[in-house]
């Protein structure tokens, strides 16, 4: 399942949900807000969401690789508001009968929320400026690629 | 190409709720695509970011620039995704 949070992410929790006697395989992404991003030093990432079309996109994506690869369960967690460097922004789980399944589906699904769910992030520089990743018009006309 | 005049609720987001200065507002309109008016309010709001870089819903389900406007609908204009 799908879900938005602002808390910090219980990576551990969320694994004991996908546990299954059937499953061989547990593949898990993490993504970390790191300290730069294109040569910036970033201090903190701030994360906003539309989340009701992020929830139910969100489910999409998961039931879309549910049906691409034979798992057993598949989740993700996405959090919102301000983070901080080496915190977690996104946690998605598989569990499979097998590894190639839950490595594919893993990725499928961190690479499609990326780019279909309606969540936005702006980045606080050391210099005082802040800017929107992606966007053409953030500050300093910055163009991200996070 | 214009229409008769409708009147829609825009819902605006990060970037675009920056350059809006408000997060909803009740629009007049005569675009009839919901391109149209994007376009509209990004001469408005002074936004540049291309349409095909952005993405639309209309009454909280996701749709395509080229979707028709109805009056009372709900736009909601989202800017380039940056999640993850």
């Not at chain 1, 910036?40 to 691409?68: F, M, N, T, W």
Request: proline share 4%.
């Amino acid at each position: 399942m799908m879900r938005m949070v602002t808390a910090p992410i219980d990576v551990a929790a969320l694994r004991a949900e996908l546990v299954d006697p059937a499953a061989g395989a547990y593949a898990g992404f993490e993504g970390w807000i790191r300290n730069v991003n294109e040569g910036q030093a970033v201090l903190r990432l701030e994360y906003e969401a539309y989340e009701p079309l992020a929830l139910s996109e969100g489910e999409d994506v998961i039931a879309e690789a549910a049906r691409r690869f034979p798992l057993l369960a598949a989740s993700c967690v996405h959090r919102t508001g301000l983070l901080e460097i080496g915190e977690c922004a996104v946690w998605v789980g598989v569990s499979a009968g097998h590894r190639d399944e839950a490595f594919r589906a893993c990725r499928y699904i961190i690479d499609e929320v990326k780019v279909r769910l309606p969540i936005w992030k702006k980045e606080h520089y050391a210099n005082g400026d802040s800017g929107w990743v992606n966007c053409e018009r953030c500050a300093g006309g910055h163009r991200s690629t996070a | 190409m214009s229409g008769s005049p409708i009147t829609v609720t825009v819902r605006y987001f990060a970037l675009f709720r920056e350059h809006a200065g408000c997060d909803t507002e009740t629009v007049t309109t005569t675009a009839t695509t919901a391109a149209e008016l994007f376009a509209e309010l990004g001469d408005r709001h002074g936004s540049l970011e291309p349409a095909s870089h952005c993405k639309v819903a209309i009454n909280d389900a996701m749709t395509g620039w080229d979707a028709e406007l109805g009056d009372g609908d709900t736009i909601l204009l989202f800017p380039p995704v940056a999640g993850g």
